[in-house]
């Protein structure tokens, strides 16, 4: 079993940064990808970016790319996501994902992870 748990959410200003923390614990050596994934209301939950654990190459959905990074840092075994430039449109409660540690399809899609966090609210304001 893994555990996740974000934070770093809240409310800015259209512009402003944000960067998303998810500590992981319990078997996390095993991970083939992490995603960050987020939810705007009455909306499916949507993919953001994900890494490739082994080699490190990360993925984004279009909208956000040049605006947001994946990070991590393997000691904390805590994976970041910085959110720069906000806009309205990226309010959402954001969670972080990961698999069972093999690859099971698309690093897009929500069904291909198996553990999820409690995920952290982003308000961008206007």
């Known amino acids: 079993q893994v555990q996740l748990a974000e934070s770093g959410g809240g409310l800015v200003q259209a512009g402003d940064s944000l960067r998303l923390s998810c500590a992981a614990s319990g078997r996390t050596f095993s991970t083939y990808y992490m995603g960050w994934f987020r939810q705007a209301p009455g909306k499916e939950r949507e993919f953001v970016a994900a890494m490739n654990w082994r080699g490190g190459a990360t993925y984004y959905t279009d909208s956000v790319n040049g605006r947001f990074t994946f990070s991590r840092d393997n000691a904390k075994n805590t994976v970041y996501l910085q959110m720069n430039s906000l806009k309205p449109e990226d309010t959402a409660v954001y969670y972080c994902?990961?698999?069972?540690?093999?690859?099971?399809?698309?690093?897009?899609?929500?069904?291909?992870?198996?553990?999820w966090g409690q995920g952290t609210q982003v308000t961008v304001s206007s």
């Open positions: 994902a990961t698999d069972k540690g093999y690859y099971r399809g698309s690093y897009s899609s929500r069904y291909n992870y198996a553990y």
